[in-house]
């Protein structure tokens, strides 16, 4: 995505003429062009006056012959340089330069062949003198001016020594050659002035882009999602991450947040009524599955500025947090390995070798299978731990999960007291893939599908599992809900369902309430989530969301 200040510095890098193009417009030629047209039509009108009959012109009347050689000359002059700016050829500066003096001699000339400045004609010398002013200001500009100044003053002199004119147009000629100088001069300045502050709001604009160029190249390499909207939720920009955690939401410049995040909306809602200026951050579950935490900050004045929103995935931190976790647990079980199982190790023995003795009656037979019983129970408890933290480096692998989950229904139905009817396997996305340990996955597969064959249902055969797979919309993940028609958790056990140890069942000598608790803490392993949804109609659902950063496309 090419952002507008990516272009505008694009721009800003190109080639400009000059300072003063700015200007004068954004084709510099156009003025030079406009001029070579009106010195075109200047020429034929005074040609069309001097071959008229109407003598109150005062066209030619001192050198006719002069005066029409001049304006034929100046008109074929004035169409070869119709031509030259329409080609741009020579370059612009030697062009501006050449039509405003060849026009100021060829005006010269027509002045003093139509008797001086009593013709009329001497204030078409302003525009060509001007002209190098505003187009090419500086000194060559001003030695323009008054070279036609003093050539001005000559012309009138001569006239003035061959009593062609009075006193009065001496002094007609001297204040308008002032009036020449002062214009020229201030044109000069002024254009000067404007092409220098042009010049420099062009570097500032340059500046600018470019400014505005890096800091969106810095918001696309940040991790963090950024989100820049404005007060009514219509989004400003979208970095990549925030892009991808809220589910790539296509054409998202013409749509608003509640369009494909209402949940984020919502907060948003709440911080500019309640909370605005404050910097504030919520807990976000996106469409139920995707986690982070949103932070809200304004920028600009309350009402008229942007908010800033700030998204951070909160499973990268939980991933991190599992990784100290199981650490910490590696080494407490190898304490447990120590301190524990070495003693069990002993006391098992020792009930097996007194259940060898012939002396013993049915009571002390009873005693020694209820020590070998809750041995076996304890190192099975012990097991299940140093396994959890064995597995704490999940090597995760490509799995396309219609096929994969097909394969363990078949695997599960051969190996439990359930049939293949009984297990219904619905994918919304055929074609979906996870990266996952495929031993995880299966062990926290086997664990939910069991734990609903042995107390869902009294009668097994009644039972019925729902395994789905969805891709809800608007997010980065896949769901999938194992659901059963039992009896569900009761509300008062659902939220301690997941921690270690703690167990539904009835019997003494089944669970060790471990289950649970090491299928989560795999799936977190894996960078996925594993939790209970209570569903109003009764039964359970476990629901796994796999992250979009585990899929592979």
């Known amino acids: 995505m090419q952002s507008r200040a990516r272009r505008a510095g694009d721009l800003g890098n190109s080639h400009a003429p000059s300072s003063q193009d700015l200007i004068i417009g954004s084709d510099p030629w156009s003025p030079i062009q406009l001029y070579s047209v009106y010195r075109l039509i200047l020429a034929g009108i005074m040609l069309a006056f001097g071959l008229s009959t109407n003598v109150s012109l005062q066209l030619g009347t001192f050198d006719n012959g002069l005066f029409t050689n001049a304006t034929n000359s100046y008109l074929g002059i004035s169409v070869v340089g119709v031509f030259l700016t329409h080609f741009r050829s020579p370059s612009f500066s030697k062009q501006v330069y050449l039509h405003t003096i060849t026009d100021i001699i060829f005006l010269l000339i027509i002045v003093y062949s139509s008797g001086g400045l009593n013709s009329g004609l001497g204030t078409l010398l302003l525009l060509p003198v001007i002209l190098p002013s505003v187009l090419r200001p500086g000194q060559g500009s001003l030695l323009i001016a008054a070279c036609t100044v003093i050539a001005l003053l000559t012309i009138e002199a001569y006239l003035q020594t061959q009593q062609q ?189 007194l259940s060898e003795s012939e002396l013993l009656d049915k009571a002390d037979e009873r005693m020694i299978q209820i020590i070998q019983s809750n041995s076996k129970r304890m190192n099975g408890t012990i097991e299940s731990v140093l396994n959890l933290s064995r597995k704490s480096n999940p090597k995760r692998e490509n799995i396309r999960l219609k096929l994969w989950l097909n394969d363990f229904i078949n695997e599960f139905t051969v190996q439990s007291s359930l049939n293949r009817k009984q297990i219904n396997l619905f994918m919304d996305v055929a074609d979906a893939s996870i990266q996952f340990d495929p031993t995880h996955l299966h062990q926290v597969m086997w664990n939910l599908c069991r734990n609903a064959e042995k107390y869902a249902k009294d009668d097994v055969r009644k039972l019925h599992i729902d395994i789905q797979g969805s891709h809800p919309s608007h997010t980065r993940d896949i769901m999938l809900n194992i659901i059963d028609n039992g009896k569900g958790v009761p509300t008062k056990n659902i939220e301690r369902l997941f921690e270690p140890f703690f167990t539904t069942s009835t019997k003494g000598d089944e669970g060790t309430g471990l289950g649970l608790f090491m299928a989560r803490e795999l799936c977190l392993s894996n960078g996925s989530t594993l939790e209970y949804v209570k569903l109003p109609a009764g039964g359970s659902c476990f629901r796994l969301i796999f992250s979009q950063s585990n899929l592979e496309n």
């Open 165 to 353: 004119n009075s006193s009065f147009e001496m002094f007609h000629t001297g204040v308008l050659s002032f009036f020449i100088m002062i214009i020229s001069w201030l044109a000069g300045s002024w254009f000067e002035n404007a092409s220098k502050t042009a010049e420099l709001a062009k570097r500032r604009g340059i500046d600018l882009a470019n400014l505005s160029q890096l800091n969106q190249s810095i918001l696309d390499q940040l991790q963090t999602g950024i989100v820049v909207l404005d007060q009514s939720g219509q989004l400003r920009h979208l970095n990549p991450t925030a892009w991808d955690m809220l589910g790539q939401p296509e054409d998202w410049r013409n749509e608003t947040l509640q369009s494909f995040a209402p949940e984020l909306h919502a907060h948003l809602r709440y911080w500019l009524d309640k909370v605005s200026p404050k910097v504030a951050s919520y807990d976000i579950k996106h469409w139920k599955t995707t986690e982070f935490t949103m932070r809200l900050s304004q920028l600009g004045v309350k009402n008229q500025g942007v908010v800033l929103m700030y998204l951070e995935d909160t499973r990268q931190q939980r991933e991190k947090q599992q990784d100290v976790k199981m650490a910490s647990l590696g080494q407490l079980t190898a304490n447990i390995a120590h301190e524990i199982r070495n003693p069990l190790g002993a006391i098992s023995h020792a009930a097996q070798l």
